[in-house]
């Protein structure tokens, strides 16, 4: 079944209410564009708010703790993302596997959570500058994935990957399309394998690093590209929608 592209927006440590009148435009836009399926994970503060302002658009976290609750302060458990309506959770990007220690052990454990409490998982992995350089990219992302990947029944009915080399993100570089190709067609044998043949094709891979409406149609035209996941284009919806357009009027390859 051929899926719409999902593009979803990475709001990291920004945003305050002010912020709320971004979410709206988007949502708007949204409706107007139905050939693209988009998404806000904005900071925890603001979930409750953004999922009460919009109609169209899904809302989501960007991270949460593996427990169910208890002693963990400044934490804040997949259940309690649920009830303030996010529907899904991005977890294991570089931002916290680099800035926080989360190993792949810790990213996996967070991932079952979050299916246990009924959300998606957008699963993001990534290789940095030097393991490309060595020629160790595929080889990295693929080990990275197996171990960080949630172990329960049906959960690629949920699962998203998201594809994002270190190198990438915030920098205004771009992995070829070639490049991104060569990676999410590996990435899609890992799922086969993983999952089987029919569930394994439905996984959508989502490509990230400095996406923005000037590249987004090139680079989401990549091999086994299902959208986009997108930091600092995602703050201001005319580049965020733009970059939905942009798939959205891609001529069908
Ligand atoms: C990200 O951090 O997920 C990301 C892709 O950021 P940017 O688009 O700013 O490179």
Partial sequence: ??????????WKMNGTR???SEARAIDRAAQRNMKVEVALAPPFTLIHAVHREVEQIGVGAQDCHPGEDGAHTGDVSAT???????KFVILGHSERRT????????????????L?????????????AATREKGGAEAFVLAQLRASLPQIENAAERLTVAYEPIWAIGTGNNAT???IGAMHTAIRGLMVELFGLEEGAEVRILYGGSVKPENAR????????????VGGASLAADSFMGIALAVADAPEG
């Avoid at 309690?80 to 996010?86: F, I, K, N, P, R």
């Avoid at 800035?99 to 979050?114: D, I, P, Q, W």
């Avoid at 246990?116 to 940095?128: H, L, S």
């Fill in 80 to 86: 309690m993302l649920a009830d303030a309506g996010a």
């Fill in 177 to 179: 399309p070639e490049d």
């Fill in 116 to 128: 246990a409490a009924g959300m998606r998982v957008i699963m993001c992995c990534g290789e940095d």
């Fill in 99 to 114: 800035g926080h220690n989360e190993s792949n052990e810790l990213v996996r454990a967070k991932a079952e959570a979050a």
């Fill in 218 to 229: 090139e680079l989401l035209s990549a091999a086994e590209v299902g959208g986009a996941l």
């Fill in 18 to 20: 002010a912020m709320l």
């Fill in 1 to 10: 079944m051929a899926q719409r592209p999902y593009i979803v927006g990475n």
